[in-house]
């Protein structure tokens, strides 16, 4: 079974910044959309972001939007989703997945909690 991994995920204090990537080491990420979603204890997993294969097209969540950027380098076989201004509401569990038509692969998630 093919998956991603996650990393950079972390305790973090509210207004703080943190990256986190997401990469396969056994398939090329080239061609799919790679996207994040993340759950909350107690919450419905939620879209947060996700990014074309050229990386030419990207969508945020409103809740993220002007506080998340997410990028791609092909080169690194990696999808980034820098996270600033970050909230305590903003706890959660992040996955990464690809998609390409039917085929969609999924990360085992980071966990980034925000507190004081």
């Known amino acids: 079974q093919l998956q991603l991994v996650e990393s950079g995920g972390g305790l973090v204090q509210p207004g703080g910044s943190l990256r986190l990537s997401c990469a396969a080491s056994?398939?090329?990420?080239?061609?799919?959309?790679i996207g994040w979603f993340r759950q909350a204890p107690g919450k419905e997993r939620e879209g947060v972001s996700c990014i074309s294969s050229s990386g030419g097209r990207t969508a945020y969540a409103d809740s993220v939007k002007g506080r998340f950027i997410i990028s791609r380098d092909n080169a690194k076989n990696t999808v980034y989703l820098q996270m600033n201004s970050l909230k305590p509401e903003d706890t959660a569990v992040y996955y990464c997945?690809?998609?390409?038509?039917?085929?969609?692969?999924w990360g085992q998630g980071t966990q980034v909690t925000v507190s004081s």
């Open positions: 997945y690809a998609l390409r038509g039917a085929t969609v692969y």
């Open positions: 056994e398939f090329t990420l080239d061609y799919y959309a």
